[in-house]
Each structure stands twice: as C-alpha cells, then as structure tokens.
C-alpha cells in the first residue's frame, strides 16, 4: 500500500532560521512528488512537482529535492508570510493524489 | 477571477437531508477531482473525472454521488448525509497534458 510520511508534524522557527520538512513515500512506480501550501480555511496551493531522484526545484526561499525514498522541503531564511501547512502528495498513476498529513510551520517575527 | 469556485463555501445540514456541492472552472481542464480533508487524515480522493463521460470512485466513494454535467462543471451529492461527512471538501482541476492539480477554495460542510 502506499503512503506518505510527514514529519515533523509541527514546526516552531525564528524569522531567518532556516529548515527542512521531510516527506517518506513508499510507492510501486512514483510518476511524481507535489508540494503544496495550505494556509487556514484554504484550498492548497501548488508548489512544486518532482519527478526523479536527484530533481531539485526552487522558489523563492523554498528548495525542494527528491531521493528514491523522500522529499525535502528546505527553507532559508523564512519570514512570518512562509508560515502555513505543507502538504506533500505522491502519484504512481499519473493523477491520483495520495497525501501526507502535512507539517504546520508557524514562523515567528 | 479565480479558476476553480466552489458553492456554497459554508453549509451546516441536517443528517438525512440530501445536499449538493458545485464546483465550476474557467480553465477548460479536462480533469476534475473532488477530495475530503480530515484533521489528522489529510486529503483523500472521492471521485475523479477525465472528462463528461468518464467518472471513477476514488479511495472514499461511499455515501457520495458525482455528476459532470459539462466540462466546467462537476458537482458532488451527499444522498444522505451523516455527522462523519462533516468535513472540508474540495474540488480540483488538471490538464491532460500536465500532472498539476490546482484546488478551489473549499466549503466547509457541517452535518448535525
């Protein structure tokens, strides 16, 4: 069975700390990785789509890369804006979505 | 405006009252999703279509109902709606050429 494995599942940082977020899959035949932001009361918010071990992607403060057994969200320097709830979502179909819990980052000033 | 809407955004029911959800698309994706979000369970697949035609049950199928009356329309029924279906849901849509979902804003169903 597949799954997706988010850890930690809470995440407390000081403006200008920065981080990573971890996501462990298992899979039979990963056709990608997505991370998406999910603020309160919101739909989630596409970030990024990796598709094979060694792909790294970047936005703004936020990195992701992707070995054959996780994903790593890093982020540098964060301001209180990056707090919010990462999801990580994996697919070996092509469209559906199976995902993680999330982590809860909360950023302080 | 926004390429996915939901309506309503917020509705509290009854248990036993039948209760639709819409969601519309101004993309002219093909793809259509509709996912429930738990705390503590994460987002998981209800019912997913490829386009008017073609309509599959996700991982949470039961006690749900799909209809794509067009292509920028598809809509999820609760026949008969129980306390355990309280929940946020969502729609989301995708190309057929690309592998991105992109998710509409949510409605927060309450079942009493």
């Known amino acids: 069975e597949d799954q997706v494995t988010q850890s930690p599942e809470a995440l407390r940082l000081q403006e200008g700390e920065s981080s990573s977020l971890n996501c462990s899959y298992t899979?039979?035949?990963?056709?990608?990785l997505f991370w998406y932001r999910q603020d309160p009361g919101k739909g989630p918010e596409f970030l990024f789509t990796?598709?094979?071990a060694g792909e790294e992607k970047e936005k703004e403060r936020l990195k992701a890369t992707l070995t054959k057994k996780e994903s790593f969200l890093h982020i540098t320097a964060p301001k209180p804006e990056d707090s919010a709830t990462y999801l990580c979502?994996?697919?070996?179909?092509?469209?559906?979505?199976?995902f993680g819990k999330g982590t809860s980052l909360l950023v302080t000033p | 405006d926004a390429d996915v809407t939901q309506t309503p955004r917020n509705r509290i029911t009854k248990t036993g009252k039948r209760i639709m959800l819409e969601c519309s698309q101004t993309?002219?994706?093909?793809?259509m999703y509709w996912y429930r979000q738990d705390p503590g369970l994460g987002l998981r697949l209800i019912y997913y279509s490829f386009d008017v035609k073609d309509i599959n049950k996700g991982e949470i199928s039961d006690g749900y109902s799909v209809s794509r009356q067009a292509q920028a329309k598809f809509s999820l029924s609760l026949e008969s709606a129980i306390p355990n279906q309280t929940a946020l849901y969502f729609c989301a849509i995708e190309g057929s050429s690309t592998d991105t979902q992109y998710f509409g804003p949510g409605t927060r169903l309450t079942v009493l």
């Open positions: 899979v039979s035949g990963l056709r990608g």
């Open positions: 990796l598709y094979s």
């Open positions: 979502a994996v697919t070996n179909s092509g469209y559906a979505l199976n």
């Open positions: 993309k002219g994706h093909d793809r």
